[in-house]
């Protein structure tokens, strides 16, 4: 009697993760559809890194597994509200591609995120890191912000006030 006891409590369980680990896959497959993800290697990205229009541009390099990195990120929404008409905000993520589904794109739609969100899906990290900025040591947060005339490299994190004081140099 103990003995069925036990595998009738485990039938249970095991049906009640299974059913979790279906919502949860059915809720991956939801946002899946919902948010569409450019995926680039530098060669790609290098458009984000270069222009010569009227606006200025804010590149910020992070990741979902980066804790400054998450806690910076409301600053550059707000930049990306108040500053849209001549300031585009780029979030450049630094994911590894298999958390796409299961991190990135999740964190993207919870957060209802406005800035343009890309990912950056190139190993050869020695190769690219340098030719974002020489001083760069490969430590996210890092941001560049440009224009057609200025441009400056921040390896650091931000607040909104500091943020927007760097942003508001490159738009006098």
């Known amino acids: 009697m103990k003995y069925i006891l ?11 993760n299974a059913t ?8 991956n497959q ?8 450019e995926v680039y290697d530098f060669n ?11 606006k200025t541009y804010v590149v910020n390099f992070w990741a979902t597994w980066c804790a400054p990195c998450i806690k910076e990120l409301p600053y ?16 450049v993520s630094l994911d590894f591609p298999s958390k796409y589904d299961t991190k990135l794109k999740p964190y993207i739609a919870n957060n209802n ?29 890092a941001t560049v912000i440009f224009n057609k005339n200025k441009r400056k ?10 943020l927007e004081t760097e942003v508001k140099q490159f738009l006098k």
């Open 113 to 141: 995120l406005k800035s343009k969100v890309v990912a950056l899906n190139d190993v050869d990290s020695n190769t690219w890191i340098p030719k974002v900025d020489e001083s760069w040591t490969g430590a996210i947060p």
């Open 76 to 91: 550059f929404e707000k930049l990306t509200k108040n500053y849209s008409k001549n300031v585009e905000v780029i979030l």
């Open 30 to 37: 939801e946002i899946d559809t919902e948010i569409s993800l």
């Open 153 to 162: 490299f921040y390896e650091k994190s931000f607040n909104y006030d500091e």
């Open 44 to 54: 790609g990205l290098q458009q984000f890194l270069n222009t010569n229009d009227d």
């Open 20 to 27: 979790e680990k279906e919502q949860i896959a059915e809720i």
């Open 6 to 16: 036990v595998t009738i409590l485990m039938l249970l369980f095991s049906c009640k």
